[in-house]
């Protein structure tokens, strides 16, 4: 069938581009310029030349990118920051002072979005037991955390400290992490350690100094010692 001959050819042909992007150092760009012009056949093919968009067209130059530079460049971070200055200039009508309304919405635009990000505060269903605030959500200077997350508590310059969250508190709008600390005994890779738990709970306040960020990735042994994987250096 053309339509699966055409898709098919898609398939290689991004499986080569993640190679490129892994920087394989057996990468053939000149296999990936005859893919890409394989599959600009056969989608010609299948859905005629009323169904080829400027993006197949863009697909050839990329053999020529990945050759020049050495590596796949893919993504592009302000290709996305154009939509809040459209959604600013859709709404000015005026066209006198055009530039400075448009700029005028977007600047209180984003300042609104930094507040909500630098924001801290429980989030989710708060339950009051009278003097303490709780939930299973927290968010802090832009990271939200919950219960059972695994995350990497810093003050300052100091190491940081893994630990577990079983709980989230507000008293008197100082807030608070509760939960048990993983104590590194090991250090397997430059980027994991093997933590054993700490089953004291202890409550964590947190202050403007605190950074709590997320741990790449955890999973918990047979053996009930944590294996995480977090930035390099963040640990003791």
Not at 68 to 79: I, P
Not at 168 to 175: G, V, Y
């Amino acid at each position: 069938m053309k339509q699966l001959q055409s898709f098919y050819a898609a398939c290689d042909s991004v499986d080569m581009l993640r190679r490129a992007k892994e920087c394989d150092r057996n990468f053939d760009v000149d296999q990936l310029r005859l893919q890409i012009l394989r599959h600009g056949c056969l989608h010609q093919v299948a859905y005629g030349k009323e169904g080829v968009k400027p993006k197949h067209h863009y697909a050839y130059h990329v053999p020529h990118q990945v050759q020049r530079d050495g590596l796949l460049l893919d993504t592009f971070v302000l290709e996305r920051k154009h939509q809040p200055i459209k959604a600013g200039a859709q709404h000015v009508k005026n066209t006198v002072v055009y530039e400075r309304s448009v700029m005028a919405r977007a600047m209180i635009d984003q300042s609104r979005k930094l507040k909500a990000f630098v924001s801290k505060s429980l989030i989710g269903t708060v339950k009051s037991t009278g003097r303490v605030d709780i939930s299973h959500k927290l968010k802090w200077c832009g990271t939200t955390v919950a219960i059972r997350d695994v995350v990497v508590v810093t003050l300052g310059d100091m190491e940081g400290i893994p630990f577990e969250i079983h709980g989230c508190t507000r008293e008197h709008a100082s807030l608070a992490i509760v939960g048990h600390v993983l104590t590194p005994a090991e250090q397997p890779t430059p980027n994991s350690w093997r933590c054993e738990r700490d089953e004291r709970l202890v409550n964590i306040d947190l202050h403007d100094g605190h950074r709590v960020q997320h741990v790449h990735a955890w999973t918990v042994g047979t053996d009930g010692v944590y294996l995480i994987l977090a930035a390099e250096s963040t640990l003791s």
